[in-house]
């Protein structure tokens, strides 16, 4: 097997005795990109943190992000890596002018 991180991330889920459905693993990424804004607001935005609050930093919640959609991607049977490809391609081609 590749050793590419959808790989190793699948290979984590195996261990840990699979995951949750589909839509849960979607509420679950929601979570994590909720987490995303909360720390980007708090690093770049308007909100600070609580008084006493550790926040995660944007790395890290990006990180599980990417995490999250790796899980997704694999139970379903799409390769993150040529989705990720053909999602560049169409930037590069359809979109060229657009930003
Ligand atoms: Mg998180």
């Given at each position: ?62 990180g ?10 694999g ?17 590069e ?7």
């Open positions: 097997m590749a050793d590419d991180y959808q790989s190793r991330v699948g290979r984590w889920v195996e261990a840990h005795g699979g995951t949750w459905p589909p839509l849960a693993n979607l509420a679950r990424l929601a979570e994590e990109v909720g987490e995303l804004a909360r720390a980007l607001n708090a690093e770049v935005g308007p909100k600070a943190p609580k008084p006493g609050e550790q926040a995660a930093g944007v790395a890290e919640e990006i599980d992000v990417l995490f999250v959609l790796a899980v997704l991607a139970q379903l049977g799409v390769d993150l890596q040529a989705a990720g490809e053909a999602a560049l391609l169409k930037a081609r359809r979109d060229r002018h657009r930003f």
